[in-house]
């Protein structure tokens, strides 16, 4: 069984910073990619971030510049320090992490972020 633990969630006014931790555990996984996903109300989930097991990382367009990921393999623990938010960045924050080819995929719970104007 593998567990994603996210946190950092929450409410934050336009400008504002939050961090996104999500941690991995349990047995029989591999780290291929971790990243994060979005879901806001009536859309689809959409990527914002996903960086490899060697950091290379990808973003949105519509974050770039402002969203940062980063990775603690040791911890086996992703972060996204999210910066300059805006009203549309508001929506459910899912955790991901991809096995690779020979491994599953997971997700987590997801984590609400809502930005206010």
């Known amino acids: 069984q593998v567990q994603l633990v996210e946190s950092g969630g929450g409410s934050v006014q336009v400008g504002g910073s939050l961090r996104l931790s999500c941690a991995a555990s349990g047995n029989r996984f591999s780290i291929e990619t971790m990243g994060w996903y979005r879901q806001a109300p009536g859309k689809q989930r959409e990527l914002v971030s996903v960086?490899?097991?060697?950091?290379?990382?990808t973003y949105a367009d519509s974050v770039k510049g402002r969203f940062t990921i980063s990775i603690d393999k040791d911890k086996k623990t992703v972060y996204l320090q999210m910066n300059s938010l805006k009203p549309e960045d508001t929506g459910v924050y899912y955790c991901h992490l991809g096995g690779g080819t020979w491994y599953p995929n997971y997700w987590g719970q997801g984590t609400q972020v809502t930005v206010s104007s």
């Open positions: 960086i490899s097991s060697d950091s290379v990382t």
